[in-house]
RNA sequence: CGCGGGGAAGUGUAACGGUUGCACGGGAGGCUCAUAACCUCCAGGUAGGUGGUUCAAUUCCACCCCCCGCAACCA
């Protein structure tokens, strides 16, 4: 047994995984890739580690969002959600995301876990008045804070005071007990920075929140309240229950989520198990947003990067590269053509694929019969940080492995050295296939289809096409 | 005085109470197995500002300046 597989078999048991489920009412942008490529990491991580993984990701679609969106585009929401459903999805396969299922908060099987849930928590739930600034052209209660010169700040108009009645959910109850949840990492937030963030807004004292809406403000879009057709469930309340749907795997593992969203999984998320007599997750891990230039992306801005685009020119495991190497996991990092192709040369093409280029022509000229690589010893420098979703280190320790190789060759010179004395040269060669093999079998989280050539090209012992060509 | 995070070579970052390290980019040489790739060397930071603690501060403290998140309800 070798040493890799010793550490596998100390990794059984199940890992849950997840990402939030974006709504729908736009393309998806880079900043989702960056949450499936960190997810997918993980998830293929620990399933070569050998536990028994379940990686769960999908749509959020009962979202006002996207009936309003759909309205604009003058198409039925129905239609919106499926044709936008499917481009997320089709994101996720392309950026060859190893997704176990694909949750789309429409589906029957969501829309009963939703009630459900709303069932075993009724106790926490009441309904009230709600009394609120109401923005006709954009469907929504504005906060008196949030008006510009008492207007809406999109459709200048003076929002009505519109008094409904909705149900809401007793968080006040839980104020004492999701500090210390929090507090004592009984759920994790990682990185500590959220932690803080959640504690210090749990200490401003929780309010109850309205869980509902009424149904004729979306024509019916959204699930329905049990036992209330009139009255339709928050998005949140609603998407929040959609980690739930595979049930054997509760609770999850990690949640992979985005700062924007930090405040509905650590808080409204926890105190809904609690309600409904549940397990919590056991950690969230919350990541920094793209920018552009150091600009938010957005639409009205025009800077959106496209992942397809990305994609299509440099390839799934160069963009996977990028959000992993090149972005910090906890914190904003910025994502530019001009970046991207920087790092593509530097490191990709430069780097590893010619790194694999000129061992392996060595290798294929040089010996007789593909290198030995079934036992490799484990590199804690790129697993440790890895556990602690610190992506870029663990590809950074990779990084210098291939360093350390490139001057391996440049000091020993073995295309020299094979004149003089054959045995040697062959020695040394396979040394630096068998550490390539090592790297490649690290990288397998993070980049699959090259860790697959690499690993390939040695088995055949055979110099593989360009990896990764360089980009002019 | 709402809460929080941060200011370090052109860019991105690490550690640290006692020669600022690394990567990319720039420059010079070397090598030829390799994708003009690789290796070596060089340039470039008064570490936002002021004051304090200390034998010693980028690191600790205070204040100021500047950036950036969050500020609860229909993603």
Known sequence: MTWRRKNMLQKKGKFYITTTIPYVNARPHAGHALEYAQ????????????????????????????????????????NLVDRNAEIFKDLAEKLNISFDDFIRTTEARHIETAKKIWLAAKDKIYKKKYRGLYCVGCEMFYKESELVDGLCPDHKIKPEIVEEENYFFKLSDYQCQLEKIIESDEMEIV???????????????????????LAERGDGWGIEVPGDPGQRMYVWFDALTNYLSAEKYWPAD???????????HAVYWPVMLLAAG?????????????????QKMSK??????DPFDLIERYGADAVRYYLLREVSPFEDADITEEKFKEAYNANLANGLGNLVSRVMKMSEQYLDNPVDISSTKPMDDVNKPLENFEFNRAMFSMW??????????????????VKRDKKSAQK???????????????LRPFMPDTSEKILEAIKANKMPESLFPRKE
């Open 191 to 213: 990185p500590a920075v959220r932690k803080n963030e959640a504690l210090s807004f749990i200490k401003l004292g929780l309010e109850d929140f309205s869980i509902s809406r």
């Open 400 to 417: 210098s492995y291939m360093k350390d190789i490139d001057g391996m060759i440049q000091e020993e010179k073995p295309f020299e050295l």
């Open 278 to 294: 549940l397990a919590l997750p056991k950690k969230l891990f919350v990541h920094g947003y793209l920018t552009v230039g150091g």
């Open 300 to 305: 009205s801005l025009g800077n959106v990067v």
């Open 254 to 264: 990690v949640h992979c989520l985005g700062k924007g969203v930090l405040r509905f």
């Open 39 to 78: 997810a997918d990491a993980l998830a293929r991580y620990y399933r070569l580690a050998g536990k028994d993984v379940f990686f769960l990701t999908g749509t959020d679609e009962n979202s006002l969002k996207n009936y309003q969106a759909a309205k604009e585009g003058g198409i039925s929401t129905k």
């Open 428 to 442: 040394r060669v396979m040394y630096y296939v068998k550490e390539l093999a090592r790297i490649a079998k690290h």
